[in-house]
């Protein structure tokens, strides 16, 4: 029997912001372990749920499961003045943005990320479940303000997908990633931009995630006019064995990969980075 979402009271008074149920669902798909998964659709108690909602916040009226229009999520609402008060500080010369595999750049791989990058006066402006959406509202809101760095090295799209991948449509998320990168392009014309494909997920290659990523990264290709400005580089095969498994060594719960997975990216990375920077 398929399992249900979430039902909740449809009373105005009692309804939960939609933007926050998301929120609940994103972090079950990414934080969920293979030993340990947490089923996504789970009952969630509204009151519960409503309580963890900063009452100040005013949640936009759009559609927020869009993924070319901006709109934040709680996280953003929690991560976004600081990002934009680093940026007006500027000499931010590498900016890192994405969701929460790019958080962990100044995170579990923080001492590589300080070894690899210091030198180029680096930023991460990441942040945990989001997707193009959420990103685009945080870049349309003064985080690209002020600065205006060689490289930007952008991963997005994951959280779109879904762990399963049962997320937004294949074409959404092109919509999407391509939307960032044409504000990003806007906002920051002399910097060139490193769009990284998103990466497998699921532990086996059956996952139905892993089919809609390939031909998610395979759209995403006719972004890249030759490094010019924008560049993408597909490094999911490096995180591969030979059977196409995620190995827990890399990524444990079949999403986040852990220090070595970085060390990884780095090394694939480093190539076009240097070239882009250099260029």
Known sequence: MPQRRPVFDTAPAARTPRVWLERLEARQLLSASAADPTPVDVPIDPPAAAGLITPHIAYPTVPWDNPTIPVP??????????????????????????????????????????????????????????KTQNLLWRIDNGELDGISPKVVVLMIGANNVGLNGGGETEAGVVAGVAKVVDTIREKLPTTKILLMGILPMGSMP???????????????????????????????????DINGDLPPTLVPDGVHPTADGYQIWANAMQPALDAMLNG
Not at 81 to 88: L, N, Q, T
Not at 111 to 119: F, G, I, M, V
Not at 215 to 226: E, H, P, Q
Request: hydrophobic fraction near 40%.
């Open 73 to 130: 999520a709680p996280n953003d609402l929690d991560a976004h003045p600081a990002f934009v008060k680093e940026a007006k500080q500027g000499h931010i010369n590498l900016l890192f943005l994405g969701d929460s595999i790019t958080y962990e750049w100044d995170g579990k791989a923080r001492a590589l990320y300080h070894q690899l990058y210091d030198a180029y006066d680096p930023a991460v402006f990441a942040v945990k479940g989001d």
């Open 206 to 240: 059956d996952n139905p995630a892993r089919q809609r990523i390939r031909r998610i990264n395979a759209s995403l290709a006719a972004l890249d006019d030759g490094g010019k400005t924008v560049r993408i580089l597909d490094i999911g095969s490096h995180f591969l």
